[in-house]
Structure formats: C-alpha cells, structure tokens
C-alpha cells in the first residue's frame, strides 16, 4: 500500500532548515518551495530593524519617514518576487539593490541568505515552472492545525478521545 506514486511532487514550508532537510529525504523527488508569507515577514523585520532614516532627504527636500521608506522597500522585494522573466528578476534586484544602497548590510542579508541561495523557491520565474496549484503559502495547513488545537483538549488525550474531537470539528467545517 506504500506507493511512491502517492508521495507529494511539491512541498511549500518556512525556512526551517531542518523541515527542509526532512522533506529532502523523505520526499526526494519533491520540488522544495518557500512560504512567501514568512519570507517577506523575514524580509520586512530585518528592514524594520536596519533602517534608522534620519537625515534622509528626498529629492523635494523633505525628510523621508521611515515607515514610508519600509514600505518602498517592501513594494520593491514583491516586484522581485513576482518577477515573471529572469530580465525582469535582474531588473527588479537592482531596482531594489539602488533603494537599499544607504543600507549595505541590509542588502547583503537579503543578497546573501534569500535571494542567492533560495530564488528558485520563491521567485515566480522558478517558482512556476512547477505545478503548484497557487499554493505558494503555509497559510492553509497553519490555520487547520491551529483550528485543530481548538478542539483537542491537550496533546495527552486518549485516541478515542481525539479521534471524537477530530470528528466533531471536521463535522462543524462540513456544515
């Protein structure tokens, strides 16, 4: 009953290093994809804690506030993301890279940990050359789990316990 036919031939998970190394053993003909949720969260954290904007003027001479710079920098790392054409990919990184300038250490992290070693699992470009289903995100399976955590009333339930608990919410979802 044991098939490798039935094995996943996409698996999308945060960047937990050791859950990426699991899902390259146990399903190694798998495509490995990275939760474009948590990625940008990681990217937005480290771009809130690099940028201290003072002094920073723009081209009216106005000071620039930080959360506006943020969330030019955020517009800029979902353009790369989306990037649907390596042109378009190579354009878009040094669009950023030219915003991130005032701010080297950020760009490296982001150069080094993200975009250089993982591209091809988060990049639309790579991303779609596999099928997915849109399914691009954690989101789905961390809701259920979470959903799921409601009903059971502690992790050292009884199975028959459990199993009436998993059959009720599955039940309330149905209707």
């Known amino acids: 009953m044991h098939s490798k036919d039935l094995y996943p031939t996409i698996v999308v998970t945060d960047r937990d290093n050791t859950l990426m190394n699991v899902v390259d053993t146990v399903f190694p003909g798998a495509t490995a994809l990275l939760c474009e949720y948590h990625i940008e969260r990681n990217v937005r954290a480290k771009c809130k804690t690099n940028f201290k904007v003072k002094d920073l003027k723009g081209k009216d001479g106005r ?62 470009f790579w991303v779609n050359k596999v099928m997915h289903m849109g399914n691009t995100t954690t989101n789905r399976a961390e809701f259920t789990h979470n959903w799921l955590k409601k009903y059971l009333t502690g992790s050292m339930g009884d199975l028959s316990t459990n199993w009436q608990q998993l059959q009720d919410m599955l039940e309330s979802h149905h209707t």
């Open 63 to 124: 000071e620039i506030k930080t959360n506006s710079m943020v969330k030019k920098i955020m517009r800029a790392w979902k353009d790369i993301v989306d990037s649907d054409t390596e042109e378009a990919y190579v354009y878009n990184c040094n669009w950023f890279k030219e915003i991130c300038e005032k701010w080297p250490k950020f760009g490296e992290y982001v150069e080094s940990t993200i975009l250089g070693p993982m591209k091809e699992k988060i990049v639309k």
